[in-house]
Protein backbone atom coordinates (compact mmCIF):
# COMPACT_ATOMS: atom_id res chain seq x y z
CA UNK A 1 0.00 0.00 0.00
CA UNK A 2 1.62 3.33 -0.95
CA UNK A 3 1.70 6.55 1.30
CA UNK A 4 -1.22 8.13 -0.09
CA UNK A 5 -3.46 4.72 0.96
CA UNK A 6 -1.67 4.67 3.78
CA UNK A 7 -2.76 8.03 5.06
CA UNK A 8 -6.15 8.02 4.05
CA UNK A 9 -7.08 5.08 5.71
CA UNK A 10 -5.50 6.43 8.71
CA UNK A 11 -7.83 9.89 8.11
CA UNK A 12 -10.12 7.29 8.23
CA UNK A 13 -9.72 5.59 11.38
CA UNK A 14 -9.51 8.92 13.03
CA UNK A 15 -13.05 9.98 11.65
CA UNK A 16 -14.41 6.39 12.43
CA UNK A 17 -13.27 7.34 16.23
CA UNK A 18 -14.58 10.53 16.50
CA UNK A 19 -17.92 9.19 14.79
CA UNK A 20 -18.21 6.16 17.23
CA UNK A 21 -17.58 8.86 20.36
CA UNK A 22 -19.74 10.98 18.88
CA UNK A 23 -22.42 8.19 19.06
CA UNK A 24 -21.53 6.62 21.91
CA UNK A 25 -23.77 8.26 24.46
CA UNK A 26 -27.00 6.93 22.89
CA UNK A 27 -26.77 3.38 23.44
CA UNK A 28 -25.02 4.26 27.15
CA UNK A 29 -28.17 6.46 27.64
CA UNK A 30 -30.66 3.87 26.46
CA UNK A 31 -29.55 1.45 28.16
CA UNK A 32 -29.52 3.66 31.17
CA UNK A 33 -33.52 4.34 30.68
CA UNK A 34 -34.30 0.97 30.59
CA UNK A 35 -33.34 0.13 34.12
CA UNK A 36 -29.58 -1.39 33.20
CA UNK A 37 -27.33 1.42 35.01
CA UNK A 38 -24.43 2.81 33.84
CA UNK A 39 -22.37 0.82 36.63
CA UNK A 40 -23.99 -2.69 35.40
CA UNK A 41 -23.08 -1.08 31.46
CA UNK A 42 -19.80 0.14 33.03
CA UNK A 43 -18.97 -3.39 34.75
CA UNK A 44 -20.24 -5.36 31.51
CA UNK A 45 -19.04 -3.45 28.59
CA UNK A 46 -15.45 -3.21 29.71
CA UNK A 47 -15.20 -6.82 30.81
CA UNK A 48 -15.97 -8.04 27.08
CA UNK A 49 -13.40 -5.12 25.89
CA UNK A 50 -10.81 -6.54 28.34
CA UNK A 51 -11.24 -10.45 27.78
CA UNK A 52 -10.84 -9.76 23.48
CA UNK A 53 -8.24 -7.44 24.11
CA UNK A 54 -6.08 -10.06 26.22
CA UNK A 55 -7.40 -12.81 23.54
CA UNK A 56 -6.54 -10.98 20.66
CA UNK A 57 -3.07 -9.64 22.08
CA UNK A 58 -2.30 -12.31 23.76
CA UNK A 59 1.38 -12.82 21.87
CA UNK A 60 1.88 -9.12 23.50
CA UNK A 61 0.64 -10.04 26.64
CA UNK A 62 2.98 -13.04 27.03
CA UNK A 63 6.00 -11.50 25.63
CA UNK A 64 5.78 -8.33 27.04
CA UNK A 65 3.30 -7.93 30.30
CA UNK A 66 4.59 -6.76 33.34
CA UNK A 67 3.91 -4.99 36.62
CA UNK A 68 4.55 -1.82 37.51
CA UNK A 69 2.65 0.61 40.44
CA UNK A 70 2.10 3.31 38.02
CA UNK A 71 -0.29 1.26 36.36
CA UNK A 72 -2.43 0.87 39.52
CA UNK A 73 -2.75 4.49 39.27
CA UNK A 74 -3.40 4.77 35.69
CA UNK A 75 -6.16 2.23 35.47
CA UNK A 76 -7.96 4.12 38.42
CA UNK A 77 -7.73 7.78 36.19
CA UNK A 78 -8.50 6.45 33.47
CA UNK A 79 -11.21 3.91 34.73
CA UNK A 80 -12.76 7.17 36.54
CA UNK A 81 -12.56 9.18 33.75
CA UNK A 82 -14.77 6.80 31.08
CA UNK A 83 -17.46 5.86 34.13
CA UNK A 84 -17.73 9.60 34.80
CA UNK A 85 -18.05 10.17 31.09
CA UNK A 86 -20.71 7.14 30.78
CA UNK A 87 -22.41 7.98 33.71
CA UNK A 88 -22.63 12.00 32.91
CA UNK A 89 -24.07 11.29 29.30
CA UNK A 90 -26.69 8.64 30.86
CA UNK A 91 -28.02 11.53 32.98
CA UNK A 92 -26.91 15.15 31.16
CA UNK A 93 -27.15 17.12 27.69
CA UNK A 94 -24.80 15.52 25.56
CA UNK A 95 -22.85 18.20 24.13
CA UNK A 96 -22.88 20.18 27.69
CA UNK A 97 -21.32 16.90 28.80
CA UNK A 98 -18.64 16.97 26.17
CA UNK A 99 -17.42 20.37 26.34
CA UNK A 100 -17.10 20.36 29.67
CA UNK A 101 -15.09 17.12 29.68
CA UNK A 102 -12.97 18.59 26.21
CA UNK A 103 -11.36 21.09 28.53
CA UNK A 104 -9.06 18.63 29.79
CA UNK A 105 -6.00 20.94 27.58
CA UNK A 106 -6.38 22.95 30.48
CA UNK A 107 -5.72 20.63 33.41
CA UNK A 108 -3.20 18.98 31.19
CA UNK A 109 -1.53 22.24 31.05
CA UNK A 110 -1.77 22.57 34.66
CA UNK A 111 -0.88 19.46 35.17
CA UNK A 112 2.50 19.37 33.51
CA UNK A 113 3.61 22.44 35.06
CA UNK A 114 3.11 21.33 38.56
CA UNK A 115 3.84 17.73 38.42
CA UNK A 116 6.52 17.86 35.50
CA UNK A 117 8.00 21.31 35.48
CA UNK A 118 7.32 22.02 32.27
CA UNK A 119 7.69 25.56 31.22
CA UNK A 120 4.20 26.41 29.52
CA UNK A 121 4.56 28.13 25.88
CA UNK A 122 2.79 31.42 25.09
CA UNK A 123 0.73 29.02 23.36
CA UNK A 124 0.09 27.07 26.40
CA UNK A 125 -1.14 30.34 28.44
CA UNK A 126 -3.50 31.37 25.88
CA UNK A 127 -4.82 27.45 26.06
CA UNK A 128 -5.65 27.66 29.52
CA UNK A 129 -6.89 31.48 29.26
CA UNK A 130 -9.27 30.19 26.46
CA UNK A 131 -10.50 27.05 28.16
CA UNK A 132 -11.42 28.91 31.51
CA UNK A 133 -13.33 31.47 29.45
CA UNK A 134 -15.25 29.03 27.45
CA UNK A 135 -15.98 27.55 30.74
CA UNK A 136 -17.19 30.56 32.32
CA UNK A 137 -19.02 31.25 29.10
CA UNK A 138 -21.01 27.48 29.05
CA UNK A 139 -21.57 27.86 32.66
CA UNK A 140 -22.68 31.40 33.74
CA UNK A 141 -26.61 32.10 34.55
CA UNK A 142 -27.31 34.47 37.54
CA UNK A 143 -26.38 33.68 40.53
CA UNK A 144 -23.10 31.79 39.46
CA UNK A 145 -21.17 33.06 42.07
CA UNK A 146 -23.44 32.48 44.71
CA UNK A 147 -22.77 29.18 45.48
CA UNK A 148 -24.13 27.96 42.17
CA UNK A 149 -21.74 26.99 40.00
CA UNK A 150 -22.89 23.81 38.52
CA UNK A 151 -26.31 23.32 37.39
CA UNK A 152 -26.37 19.05 37.52
CA UNK A 153 -24.73 15.84 39.21
CA UNK A 154 -23.95 15.89 35.26
CA UNK A 155 -21.45 19.05 35.48
CA UNK A 156 -19.52 17.33 38.25
CA UNK A 157 -18.56 14.43 36.55
CA UNK A 158 -17.78 15.71 33.23
CA UNK A 159 -15.69 17.80 34.60
CA UNK A 160 -13.97 15.27 37.03
CA UNK A 161 -13.48 12.93 34.07
CA UNK A 162 -11.99 15.60 32.10
CA UNK A 163 -9.29 16.37 35.04
CA UNK A 164 -8.51 12.33 35.76
CA UNK A 165 -8.11 11.94 32.00
CA UNK A 166 -5.60 14.98 31.85
CA UNK A 167 -3.79 13.75 34.75
CA UNK A 168 -3.45 10.62 33.36
CA UNK A 169 -1.97 11.83 29.82
CA UNK A 170 0.69 13.22 32.18
CA UNK A 171 1.83 10.51 34.63
CA UNK A 172 1.49 8.17 31.59
CA UNK A 173 4.90 9.73 30.33
CA UNK A 174 6.39 7.96 32.81
CA UNK A 175 5.03 4.49 31.57
CA UNK A 176 6.20 5.25 27.97
CA UNK A 177 7.77 2.18 27.73
CA UNK A 178 4.85 -0.45 28.61
CA UNK A 179 3.14 -1.67 26.02
CA UNK A 180 0.01 0.09 24.86
CA UNK A 181 -2.43 -3.06 25.06
CA UNK A 182 -1.23 -3.91 28.28
CA UNK A 183 -2.21 -0.10 29.58
CA UNK A 184 -5.88 -0.01 27.60
CA UNK A 185 -6.43 -3.29 29.24
CA UNK A 186 -5.63 -1.54 32.47
CA UNK A 187 -7.92 1.01 31.89
CA UNK A 188 -10.63 -1.38 30.89
CA UNK A 189 -10.14 -2.78 34.56
CA UNK A 190 -10.33 0.47 36.02
CA UNK A 191 -13.57 1.08 34.05
CA UNK A 192 -15.29 -1.86 35.13
CA UNK A 193 -13.51 -2.03 38.58
CA UNK A 194 -15.37 1.72 39.04
CA UNK A 195 -18.68 0.09 38.08
CA UNK A 196 -17.97 -3.10 40.54
CA UNK A 197 -17.51 -0.76 43.19
CA UNK A 198 -20.23 1.66 42.70
CA UNK A 199 -22.68 -1.97 42.69
CA UNK A 200 -21.12 -3.41 45.76
CA UNK A 201 -21.38 -0.08 47.65
CA UNK A 202 -25.34 -0.11 46.62
CA UNK A 203 -25.91 -3.66 47.16
CA UNK A 204 -27.22 -4.47 43.58
CA UNK A 205 -24.49 -6.16 41.97
CA UNK A 206 -26.43 -9.28 41.62
CA UNK A 207 -29.57 -7.61 41.16
CA UNK A 208 -28.81 -5.31 37.99
CA UNK A 209 -26.35 -7.92 36.61
CA UNK A 210 -28.71 -10.74 36.35
CA UNK A 211 -30.46 -8.13 33.25
CA UNK A 212 -28.41 -9.71 31.26
CA UNK A 213 -30.18 -12.62 30.92
CA UNK A 214 -32.27 -9.92 28.64
CA UNK A 215 -31.34 -10.69 25.07
CA UNK A 216 -31.75 -7.31 24.14
CA UNK A 217 -29.59 -5.99 27.08
CA UNK A 218 -26.81 -8.68 26.62
CA UNK A 219 -26.64 -8.03 22.78
CA UNK A 220 -26.19 -4.08 23.33
CA UNK A 221 -23.11 -5.07 26.16
CA UNK A 222 -21.38 -7.33 24.01
CA UNK A 223 -21.72 -4.65 20.74
CA UNK A 224 -19.92 -2.13 23.16
CA UNK A 225 -17.50 -4.25 23.95
CA UNK A 226 -16.41 -4.93 20.48
CA UNK A 227 -16.89 -1.88 19.40
CA UNK A 228 -14.87 -0.31 22.06
CA UNK A 229 -12.29 -2.70 21.24
CA UNK A 230 -12.44 -2.30 17.08
CA UNK A 231 -12.01 1.80 17.94
CA UNK A 232 -8.84 0.87 20.40
CA UNK A 233 -7.73 -0.89 17.37
CA UNK A 234 -8.26 1.47 14.39
CA UNK A 235 -7.79 4.52 16.62
CA UNK A 236 -4.06 3.06 17.32
CA UNK A 237 -3.36 2.37 13.55
CA UNK A 238 -4.49 6.32 12.34
CA UNK A 239 -1.75 7.50 14.96
CA UNK A 240 0.78 5.21 14.24
CA UNK A 241 0.58 7.17 10.87
CA UNK A 242 -0.43 10.13 11.41
CA UNK A 243 0.85 12.95 13.96
CA UNK A 244 -0.34 13.00 17.13
CA UNK A 245 -1.47 16.54 16.49
CA UNK A 246 -3.39 15.91 13.56
CA UNK A 247 -5.05 12.55 15.14
CA UNK A 248 -5.83 15.47 18.21
CA UNK A 249 -7.53 17.46 15.61
CA UNK A 250 -9.35 15.17 13.47
CA UNK A 251 -11.06 13.65 16.64
CA UNK A 252 -12.52 16.98 17.68
CA UNK A 253 -15.38 15.48 14.83
CA UNK A 254 -16.51 13.78 17.78
CA UNK A 255 -17.95 16.99 19.24
CA UNK A 256 -19.77 17.62 15.42
CA UNK A 257 -20.73 14.32 15.46
CA UNK A 258 -22.35 14.39 19.22
CA UNK A 259 -24.56 17.95 18.18
CA UNK A 260 -25.92 16.38 15.20
CA UNK A 261 -26.90 13.05 17.12
CA UNK A 262 -28.16 14.96 19.92
CA UNK A 263 -30.37 16.78 18.37
CA UNK A 264 -31.82 14.15 15.85
CA UNK A 265 -32.04 11.85 18.52
CA UNK A 266 -32.60 13.45 21.92
CA UNK A 267 -33.94 16.72 20.77
CA UNK A 268 -30.94 18.53 22.36
CA UNK A 269 -29.93 22.16 20.96
CA UNK A 270 -27.03 23.99 21.62
CA UNK A 271 -28.06 27.34 23.08
CA UNK A 272 -26.15 30.25 21.52
CA UNK A 273 -24.49 30.26 24.87
CA UNK A 274 -22.68 27.12 25.10
CA UNK A 275 -22.22 27.82 21.19
CA UNK A 276 -19.99 30.21 21.75
CA UNK A 277 -18.53 28.27 24.58
CA UNK A 278 -17.82 25.35 22.83
CA UNK A 279 -16.13 27.20 19.86
CA UNK A 280 -13.33 28.68 22.52
CA UNK A 281 -13.00 24.94 24.34
CA UNK A 282 -12.68 23.98 20.93
CA UNK A 283 -10.03 26.26 19.79
CA UNK A 284 -7.74 25.95 22.50
CA UNK A 285 -8.40 21.88 22.31
CA UNK A 286 -6.63 22.85 18.63
CA UNK A 287 -3.40 24.43 20.43
CA UNK A 288 -3.05 22.06 23.10
CA UNK A 289 -0.11 20.17 21.02
CA UNK A 290 1.86 22.94 21.85
CA UNK A 291 0.96 23.89 25.53
CA UNK A 292 4.65 23.47 26.94
CA UNK A 293 8.07 24.46 24.70
CA UNK A 294 9.14 20.68 24.32
CA UNK A 295 6.03 18.40 23.89
CA UNK A 296 7.16 14.40 23.74
CA UNK A 297 4.61 12.17 21.91
CA UNK A 298 3.99 9.44 24.91
CA UNK A 299 1.00 11.36 26.12
CA UNK A 300 -0.76 11.98 22.91
CA UNK A 301 -0.58 8.43 22.02
CA UNK A 302 -2.04 7.29 25.55
CA UNK A 303 -4.75 9.95 24.78
CA UNK A 304 -5.52 8.42 22.19
CA UNK A 305 -5.52 4.84 22.92
CA UNK A 306 -7.73 5.56 25.71
CA UNK A 307 -9.82 8.39 24.20
CA UNK A 308 -12.95 8.68 26.89
Given at each position: ?????????????????????????????????????????????Y????????????????????F?????????????????????????????????F?????????????????????I???????????????????????????????????L?????????????????????????????????????????????????????????????????????????????????I????????????E???A?????????????????????????????????????????????A????
Open positions: MDFVKQKLLAVSCAITTALVWGLMWYPFRHLHGVGFTTAATSLSVIVATVAGVIIYREVFRREAREPILLLLAFLYGWCNFAYTWAVAEGEVMRVLLLYLSPLWSALFSRLLLHERLSRGWLVVAMSLLGLVVILYRPGLFNGQFFSSRADWLASGGISFALGNVLSKRAHGLPVALKSAMVWLGVAGCGLVSLLWRGQLWHEMSQLLQPDVLFIVLALGATLLATSIISLHGLSLPATQVMTLMLLLVFAISAYFLAGEAMKTQELIGGLLIASASLMSGRIVQKKPAAAAVMAATDH
